[in-house]
């Protein structure tokens, strides 16, 4: 499994952003971030359901993991961002299902990561 993720940028306070992480023969992706200074955490997942999600407190309502099968894609769109978005953002992949997919320890792939700068 070999997993790239893109689409980091510098936005402003408010802007979207849309993170893109491609993957094959994958059963689960998890979407990571670790700011400066912090330690890595869990933002949101998706199982091989498209309604099978699960997100981070604060950014529910803000951000969603769809994900297209056929492109072996799973995205992070980022709507309404915030200055403590700011990170460095990773994604990681599982062929199993994962127990606890907020776990990092459930993810035996990953990549390297997009940095997301938002700007206040």
């Known amino acids: 499994v070999q997993l790239q993720a893109s689409g980091g940028g510098l936005v402003q306070v408010g802007d979207s952003l849309r993170l893109s992480c491609a993957a094959s023969?994958?059963?689960?992706v998890g979407w990571f971030r670790q700011a400066p200074g912090k330690e890595r955490e869990f933002v949101a997942a998706?199982?091989?359901?498209?309604?099978?999600?699960f997100y981070l407190d604060s950014v529910k309502g803000r951000f969603t993991i769809p994900r297209d099968n056929a492109k072996n894609t799973v995205y992070l769109q980022m709507n309404s961002l915030k200055s403590e978005d700011t990170a460095n953002y990773l994604c990681a992949a599982s062929r199993t299902p994962p127990t606890r997919p907020q776990g990092e320890y459930e993810y035996a792939y990953w990549g390297q990561g997009t940095l997301v700068t938002v700007s206040s």
């Open positions: 998706i199982g091989w359901s498209p309604d099978d999600t």
């Open positions: 023969a994958y059963y689960a």
